[in-house]
């Protein structure tokens, strides 16, 4: 599903003329194309939408990562670049949950899994993410669910 519709979102960019959207849709089909050959040397399928998304976000992380240094070296331009960049990619992913749903989540997680310290931190994110890949920040989720095995 996601891959149509970024196959039909990069025919509509060419026939609007939207070079910054087209560039962009092309360099995340690209991506999408090189993790598939990756997963088909290792003898996996493609990648389902669920990878999709984690591959979205991954996308999404470098782009910020690249904002930052680029407001540091005083390159706004290239920084307003990659925050388009980011808006796109965006679009693809479902809606992001609240810190409130997030923490509702990681309660249930652990609950779910018996979790009772740090050693079964693994657990609980496994659960996370099968259930909610493409609608957390992980990152900040891994340290949320560190927070409430240690109490």
């Known amino acids: 599903m996601l891959r149509d519709d970024i196959n039909n979102a990069v025919k509509d960019a060419m026939?609007?003329?939207?070079?910054?959207?087209?560039?962009?849709?092309?360099?995340?089909?690209?991506?999408?194309?090189n993790a598939d050959i990756d997963a088909r040397g290792q003898g996996k399928p493609p990648l389902s939408d669920a990878d999709l998304l984690g591959l979205f976000?991954?996308?999404?992380?470098?782009?910020?990562?690249?904002?930052?240094?680029y407001d540091k070296g005083g390159r706004a331009e290239l920084a307003a670049q990659e925050r388009e960049?980011?808006?796109?990619?965006?679009?693809?992913?479902?809606?992001?949950?609240?810190?409130?749903?997030?923490?509702a989540a990681i309660a249930a997680a652990i609950?779910?899994?018996?979790?009772?310290?740090?050693k079964d931190m693994g657990k609980v994110i496994g659960v996370l993410r099968a259930k909610?890949?493409?609608?957390?920040?992980?990152?900040?989720?891994?340290?949320?669910?560190?927070?409430a095995l240690t109490s």
């Open 111 to 118: 609950a779910e899994t018996g979790a009772a310290g740090m």
């Open 57 to 69: 976000q991954k996308m999404i992380k470098q782009r910020q990562e690249s904002v930052e240094l």
């Open 85 to 103: 960049e980011i808006a796109i990619i965006s679009a693809y992913l479902p809606k992001q949950m609240s810190d409130d749903d997030v923490k």
């Open 15 to 33: 026939k609007a003329k939207e070079e910054r959207k087209l560039s962009t849709l092309r360099m995340v089909n690209s991506t999408i194309k």
């Open 132 to 147: 909610f890949a493409g609608q957390m920040d992980f990152g900040k989720a891994s340290g949320m669910v560190k927070a």
